[in-house]
């Protein structure tokens, strides 16, 4: 037994220090193409952008399942992007509650004759919706059974989708005005075919909204959403923008993404019995090019295009992280081929190494680690002046890194007062000992519900939302007209 914990004792220091030369080469990298991104801002790339007649349409995506809380306002959001040609696509999946009626009442909708072609293959199509309004001409409805999964939803939007992108988010979600042409940007300005192009998400929680825009944003003041906002920052800003320096992009949100929809329909679409839709997805697309030898990049924009509502409670959090812990771990089951596989390149050499070292074995290694400080306890064999010097230099290091995100945040964006700034470093601070500690345990509680509950549904998220967001089922909501 001390022989085992003497060599894992090796194995911990080894990747402790391969951990910290990873992150800090993606703090480098995403500040370098932060500082590029930065100076670019300056130039005439956006007024290019609005007036060339030659900007690709975009369809944006988003499956509905029981969001009767705040499915108008967020369509209303939806509707009210800033964007020459787009059309907004809501797919009820089989919703129990009053989420389609809403709807139709809210945005004069009536049933309608549509070419529903089936690319990619869903549960049953049953009908479409459009508007008698010519304000709403933009907003299509589609009602189907329920699929079980977004991902089946998502594959029923992308079959009605009429333009050569499409971006998939959720209907919890609250778009930047400018989100689209954000996201265009990556597209219209490489010579490479962009693939899929990812932006940065924050929470909504406690922000203003009124008739689906962004009024102000405000720190969460319950205390998941507020380290998920600090979590988000650090994931998007250092991690995303790290990896879209080298071309290496893992993961494109499901939450807000953008799609080459040509590339996706070739790739087979979302899996519908896929736990995490959106890396599966990317992955595919990824292999698809390679295996075709076309060239690709997927891109990833700093900027805060997305506000989604985070979980308000621990109950919430937990349903949250096992679903992507269970996806986690499907991703290496169906694709374990591309790990450490020279032939899909940066892919399998760079990226799915990284995810499997890094995301996926770090909750295991440490639950051992927590296992064997506790025996080490019981038999009087730590070596207490080497455990927390080994200690303090990883908290040191964690807090590090998520300071320099907020480094970064305020560099690029500034939306919070010094007071806020100050709450997000002392939470940083209290990090590791609150909040880590319970996604590590959430991880592997997901791990073990793959393993042994392979039955899985798309459930309620429970959604709050705000005094703004709560719609009044007899009362009509107006929607801004596109611009």
């Known amino acids: ?13 080894f990747y402790a220090f391969s951990l910290v030369l990873v992150y800090t080469t993606l ?6 193409k932060l500082t590029q991104l930065m100076a670019k801002k300056s130039s005439e790339t956006e007024k290019i952008f609005r007036e060339s007649p030659f900007i690709p349409g975009i369809s944006i995506i988003a499956p509905a399942f029981n969001e009767e809380t705040s499915i108008i306002n967020n369509v ?9 040609t787009v059309e907004v696509v809501i797919v009820n999946d089989g919703s129990k509650d009053d989420t389609l009626q809403l709807l139709i009442d809210n945005f004069e909708m009536v049933e309608t004759t549509y070419a529903y072609v089936e690319k990619i293959k869903t549960k049953p ?28 939803a998502s594959n029923a939007g992308v079959n009605v989708a009429k333009y050569p992108y499409f971006i998939c988010t959720d209907v919890d979600c609250v778009l930047d005005r400018e989100a689209l042409s954000k996201m265009i940007l990556p597209i219209i300005s490489t010579k490479t075919r962009v693939i899929a192009v990812g932006a940065t998400m924050r929470m909504v929680n406690s922000c203003k909204v009124e008739n689906g825009v962004m009024v102000e944003t ?18 998007y800003l250092i991690g995303k923008m790290g990896f879209s320096t080298i071309n290496a992009v893992h993961n494109v949100s499901g939450g807000l993404g953008l799609f080459d929809k040509e590339i996706a329909i070739s790739a087979g679409g979302y899996d519908p019995l896929s736990h995490a839709e959106d890396m599966d997805m990317t992955t595919r697309m990824i292999a698809y090019m390679i295996n075709y030898q076309k060239p690709y990049k997927i891109e990833q924009v700093p900027d805060t295009c997305c506000w989604t509502e985070g979980p308000p409670s621990f109950r919430v959090l937990n349903r949250q992280r096992t679903r992507w812990a269970r996806g986690l771990f499907q991703i290496f089951s169906i694709h374990r081929k591309y790990l450490f596989n020279r032939k899909f390149k940066k892919m399998g050499l760079i990226t799915f190494p990284y995810i499997f070292i890094y995301e996926f074995l770090a909750p295991i290694i440490e639950l051992i680690g927590y296992l064997a400080t506790i025996y080490l306890l019981l038999v009087g064999g730590i070596n207490w002046n080497t455990a927390f010097l080994m200690l303090f230099f990883v908290y040191i290091f964690g807090v590090s890194l998520s300071l320099t995100t907020l480094l970064y945040e305020r560099l690029l964006e500034h939306r919070f007062n010094n007071r806020e700034y100050l709450r997000l470093v002392l939470f940083c601070l209290l990090e590791p000992f609150i909040y880590h500690p319970l996604i590590v345990f959430f991880n592997i509680r997901g791990y073990i519900d793959y393993l042994t509950k392979r039955d899985f549904e798309w459930g309620t998220m429970t959604r709050q939302g705000s005094d703004e967001n709560k719609p009044n089922k007899f009362k009509q909501v107006e929607a801004q007209p596109l611009q």
């Open 218 to 235: 405000r720190l969460p003041t319950r205390i998941f959403p507020l380290y998920q906002e600090i979590e988000y920052l650090r994931s």
């Open 1 to 13: 037994m001390d022989t085992i914990l003497y060599a894992y004792q090796y194995v911990i220091f």
């Open 76 to 84: 209303i959001s939806m509707m009210t992007v800033n964007y020459p």
């Open 27 to 32: 703090a480098i990298l995403a500040f370098h």
């Open 125 to 152: 199509f049953k009908r479409i919706f459009k508007s008698t309004n010519p304000e709403y001409s933009r907003l299509i409805v589609v009602d189907k059974e329920n699929g079980g999964t977004k991902a089946d």
